[in-house]
């Protein structure tokens, strides 16, 4: 049986993922600079005997590997390269050799599974039908997003696949299991940049300024109003300020006060409105209180919705593969993932990898110096990646 297989190649290969997870963790390199991760994965994939390997998008490949009949079904598999600017603060034999440079949300986990789950999609081709389409791609971290390069390349063409996987690591799930979720799961993310200008000058004559700092403060809180009034309460939003800065004194009024930050939701259409929502509160604050605005808004990643009956099947196919108990529902995360920008052409399922271990003190949250992941978790992500693809494979 193709299940009992896979598990034990991926048992088989789980030390071979683990080290090749540690080099990869060892040597983290920034979004769209993948060029040493990209040479290495390229080089597993020849060793690996997959003739069918394309360059994309500069520090992207395409590969290829051909069940028996293989105009039948294409199924496309998803891992990202890219690492943070993060110092990492783990004290580990495989600490990053890369200063300042961290793969702080478990890529090096998504690049290493998905080579192991080619090694065993490989082993098999001969017995399945059909062509699974492997996608390494760069720059998730960094907007636009290296997917959308990976889109433009052409990687969803010649041949366009039915489906497209995804995983991402989860320090909240313990280790042995996953979670999915059908339809909406994650959020757009859009970052706002807002400059108030005002006249700043001796803040014991207020008479004579405009002050930048409290048009801004009014500006912050009127906001607010585009989620806890304009928007519906069926759609989730946030919007969320994480700096504001008023070079300023005790007795000086500043010239202008930046305000950076993000909205959030799950609907193109409220997206849009909010925008315009947005640039009209601004305006009207600085219009009755005086000062000038200039209001960016430079759009992120779409929402991420997971086909419903694709995610239906890949669920019921990881319960037959890791047992009903250790497959979890997820809740809506409004973090965003730019797997969306596939998920917005062909049918798509992004799950999460449980790598979370209390008792070995995993328990960082991704992003953060200390994420680590417990790499016992990396036999289910090479493994149950390579069971994903061929039971959807088998579905007409
Ligand atoms: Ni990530």
């Given at each position: 049986m193709l299940k009992e297989k896979i598990k034990s190649l991926a048992k088989a290969y789980k030390e071979e993922v683990i080290a090749t997870r540690r080099h990869l963790h060892k040597n983290p390199e920034l979004s769209y600079q993948e060029f040493k991760t990209a040479a290495f994965v390229k080089e597993r994939l020849e060793n690996l005997g997959i003739t069918h390997i394309e360059q994309k998008a500069t520090t992207g490949w395409l590969a290829?590997?051909?069940?028996?009949?293989?105009?039948?079904?294409?199924?496309?598999?998803?891992?990202?390269?890219?690492?943070?600017?993060?110092?990492?603060?783990?004290?580990?034999?495989?600490?990053?050799?890369?200063?300042?440079?961290?793969?702080?949300?478990?890529?090096?986990?998504?690049?290493?599974?998905?080579?192991g789950a080619a090694k065993i999609l490989n082993e098999l081709k001969d017995h399945f039908e059909g062509t699974i389409k492997l996608i390494f791609q760069p720059g998730e971290e960094v907007a636009p997003g290296g997917a959308s390069f990976m889109i433009k390349d052409g990687v969803l063409e010649n041949p366009r696949p039915q489906g497209i996987i995804g995983q991402h690591v989860m320090p909240f799930i313990p280790v042995g299991k996953v979670g999915f979720r059908q339809g909406l799961y994650m959020a757009s993310a859009d970052e706002l940049y807002i400059t108030v200008k005002g006249k700043g000058g001796h803040a014991a004559m207020p008479e004579s300024l405009i002050d930048p700092v409290l048009i801004a403060s009014h500006m912050i809180v009127a906001l607010q109003q585009v989620v806890s009034r304009a928007a519906s309460p069926k759609i989730p939003s946030v919007l969320s300020f994480g700096r504001v800065e008023a070079l300023g004194a005790t007795n000086v009024i500043p010239n202008e006060v930046k305000i950076q930050g993000t909205f959030r939701t799950l609907n193109e259409d409220w997206r849009a409105k909010a925008h315009q929502k947005m640039l009209q509160i601004a305006h009207g604050i600085v219009e009755g209180m005086g000062g000038e605005l200039d209001f960016e808004i430079r759009k992120g990643y779409p929402f991420l919705q997971n086909d419903p009956e694709m995610t239906a099947r890949a669920t019921e196919a990881a319960k037959a593969y890791l047992g009903e108990e250790n497959v979890l529902d997820l809740d809506i995360w409004m973090a965003a993932?730019?797997?969306?920008?596939?998920?917005?052409?062909?049918?798509?399922?992004?799950?999460?990898?449980?790598?979370?271990?209390?008792?070995?003190?995993?328990?960082?949250?991704?992003?953060?110096?200390?994420?680590?992941?417990?790499?016992?978790?990396?036999?289910?992500?090479?493994?149950?990646?390579?069971?994903?693809?061929?039971s959807e494979l088998e579905k007409a």
């Open positions: 290829l590997i051909e069940g028996k009949n293989p105009g039948k079904k294409v199924i496309a598999l998803r891992a990202d390269m890219d690492a943070l600017p993060i110092i990492e603060a783990n004290d580990v034999p495989y600490k990053s050799q890369n200063p300042g440079v961290m793969h702080a949300c478990g890529h090096d986990a998504h690049t290493a599974s998905l080579l993932e730019d797997f969306a920008y596939y998920s917005q052409v062909i049918d798509g399922c992004f799950y999460r990898l449980g790598t979370r271990n209390e008792a070995k003190g995993i328990i960082s949250g991704v992003h953060t110096p200390t994420f680590d992941i417990d790499e016992d978790a990396l036999e289910i992500g090479a493994g149950l990646m390579a069971w994903l693809a061929v």
